[in-house]
Structures are given as structure tokens and as C-alpha cells.
């Protein structure tokens, strides 16, 4: 047979996952004051290095709300402080966080006890404790796969405490919780001046609390 | 697929270690209790030490799960496959532990077939 593969119309790119050198990154101004190294800054990604990291926890079912476990993204060495944050200023990092499959759901909190996923109406807030509002905001294995993560944070020094409770469901007495990350570190080297052009083309990271408005 | 043969006896015995970043899957067994001259329960242990969490005991308390169980007469051998394995799944180490004591005329061999995932 003799095949005349036909030219292709139009080809489909697909951007890279992760910050890379040349990448442009600016910091909006909902930023706290605390942050005003980067506060409204706009910066270059002048070298990344991508550290694959696994976390696990073998945790029993959550008996109503009552057992559960914190993960603590930040600095320190506290029981449930994992430290994944940065140490210095110039440092960004950028985590792609999955899952393995398994019986359990996660809530997220910055800082610890301020959930990121609150509804408007009163009481709407992930409640462990609650058998319909612990499924309130939460995120599944399937959400965001070991294989194919779909969760991205970005953690600059001294970030307020990122916190990921883990929780099992009813109906397996133990679970194991593997999540897997993908820390890009990313050294970032200041604009003084951004171009329009540059402010455009740059990927504009927001602070947490855009997500409650 | 790594697998391994065990003597079966009524102390543990280590079939695949604890890794901290997978799970065990149970992917093949068989039970070979041809040169047995005793009935024996055989069974997959789970072997574990949960993490710290909010409203764990002190200390917190090594778990021993029983995951599966069989009864082999003595003269038999069984095969159980991927699919009757289904959903045997330990979290820490898997161990075989048998009802009956290994003896110098009462033998019982089982071939754990397994993955970490």
C-alpha cells in the first residue's frame, strides 16, 4: 500500500506544565504587606530544578470528623510541618501536588483554621464533623491523579502555613495516603522596570485570598 | 512481578516489606499443603504503624489486619489468581501466618506473587 500522509491544517501545542527558564512571573498587588519583596514585582525565572517528592500517612477512618491529619506545608519542625517553602527571597516554588487512589478526601486551609473553599451562605464551610459539609470544597484522589496532577501551589518565604487536612471516609478501617509532589524550584531574578509587553506575557500568581471573596 | 516461597508456620512470616510511598497487592497465592499432614488456616497479615494524626492514641498502636484467609486439608494445594485477589491490598508489610506449627513431617509451602503500587 502506498499512503500519502495528507499535510496537517493546524498543529496543537501544548505549554509546558511547569514555570521554565525565561518564564515571566509577577505578583499582584493582593499580596499582603508582609510580602513586600515581591508585592506587585514582576520577576524572571533565570533557573528551575524539578524535585519529585512522596509524602505518606497511614491514617484509620475519620469516626465522625474527630481523626484526621494535618499536613503542614511550611518551614519548621513541628509534628505536622513537612517544610516545602522556600528559604530565600529570590526562590519560588512551584508544587504540583496528586494522589494514589484511595478512601479519603482533603480540605485546604492558609493560614491553619481558614478554609479556602467556603460557600456564601452561613455555616457553608468544610466541616468534618457535619456528614453532608465534609464533602464541602473537598478534593478527591480522582481530582487530581499521582500520574497527572492537577493541583499546583506556589509557596514564596514565609508564606502563612498551607495546610492540607486528610481525612478517610467510613468503610476501610485504614488507609494509606501517598501524595506525590513535584517541587519546581524556580530562582527568580527582579524586573525593576517591566515592559507592557512583559507584563503581559507574564503569569500573574495571586494570593490566596482571591479565592474568598 | 517479584513472588516468593514461604514455609508456612504459626509465627510470621515476611512476604514483601513495607514501602513507605506504595501499597502491597496481593497478585497470586498458591497453598501447597501436599506434604501436610495437618488441616491448616492460612492467612495474608497486614503489618503497619499508623501515622501521627489529631486524636491518636499514646502511643499509637502497631496494627496486625488480617487481609485474607483460607482453610487447606492437608494433601492439597490451591491456587488463587490476579482476579480472586482483587482488592487484597496491605498497607504496610504483608506476612503469612499459618494456624498450625511447620514440623519435621508436617510441611505447608505458600508462593505469594506481589506487587508495590
Known amino acids: ?213 | 512481578m517479584p513472588s516468593i516461597v514461604v514455609t508456612a508456620d504459626d509465627e510470621a512470616v515476611d512476604v514483601a516489606a513495607e514501602r513507605e510511598n506504595a501499597v502491597v497487592l496481593a497478585k497470586s497465592l498458591t497453598i501447597d499443603n501436599q506434604g501436610g499432614i495437618t488441616d491448616r488456616v492460612i492467612t495474608l497479615q497486614d503489618v503497619f504503624t499508623p501515622s501521627n494524626y489529631y486524636g491518636a492514641p499514646t502511643p499509637i498502636v502497631d496494627q496486625d489486619i488480617e487481609r485474607f484467609r483460607a482453610l487447606v486439608v492437608a494433601g492439597d494445594i490451591i491456587t488463587w489468581g490476579e482476579e480472586d485477589l482483587k482488592g487484597v491490598k496491605c498497607l504496610g508489610a504483608m506476612q503469612v501466618l499459618s494456624t498450625v506449627a511447620d514440623a519435621a513431617l508436617d510441611h505447608c509451602y505458600v508462593t505469594v506473587g506481589y506487587e508495590h503500587e
Request: glycine fraction near 6%; include cysteine; hydrophobic fraction near 40%.
Open chain 1, 1 to 213: 500500500m502506498l499512503e500519502l500522509q495528507p499535510k496537517p491544517q493546524f498543529s496543537v501545542v501544548i505549554p509546558p506544565k511547569l514555570l521554565q527558564e525565561g518564564y515571566l512571573v509577577h505578583f499582584s498587588s493582593d499580596w499582603p504587606s508582609t510580602h513586600v519583596a515581591i508585592r506587585e514585582k514582576t520577576f524572571r525565572i533565570d533557573a528551575v530544578n524539578q524535585v519529585p517528592y512522596d509524602l505518606s500517612y497511614i491514617l484509620p477512618t475519620g469516626l465522625l470528623g474527630t481523626l484526621y491529619r494535618d499536613v503542614d506545608f511550611s518551614n519548621g519542625s513541628g509534628a505536622f510541618q513537612e517544610s516545602i517553602y522556600p528559604e530565600n527571597q529570590s526562590s519560588l516554588f512551584e508544587v504540583l501536588l496528586g494522589f494514589k487512589p484511595g478512601n479519603f478526601i482533603s480540605h485546604w486551609y492558609i493560614p491553619a483554621g481558614k478554609s479556602v473553599h467556603n460557600l456564601e451562605y452561613a455555616q457553608m464551610y468544610p466541616d468534618l464533623t457535619n456528614v453532608k459539609r465534609k464533602y464541602l470544597g473537598a478534593r478527591q484522589p480522582k481530582d487530581s491523579p499521582y500520574d497527572d496532577p492537577r493541583i499546583k501551589l506556589y509557596f514564596v518565604k514565609d508564606l502563612a502555613p498551607l495546610i492540607m487536612r486528610l481525612y478517610v471516609l467510613p468503610g476501610v478501617a485504614f488507609e494509606k495516603i501517598v501524595v506525590g509532589l513535584t517541587v519546581n524550584k524556580c530562582l527568580m531574578r527582579e524586573i525593576a522596570a517591566p515592559t507592557e509587553d512583559q507584563l503581559l506575557k507574564a503569569k500573574v500568581i495571586r494570593y490566596y485570598d482571591y479565592l474568598r471573596w
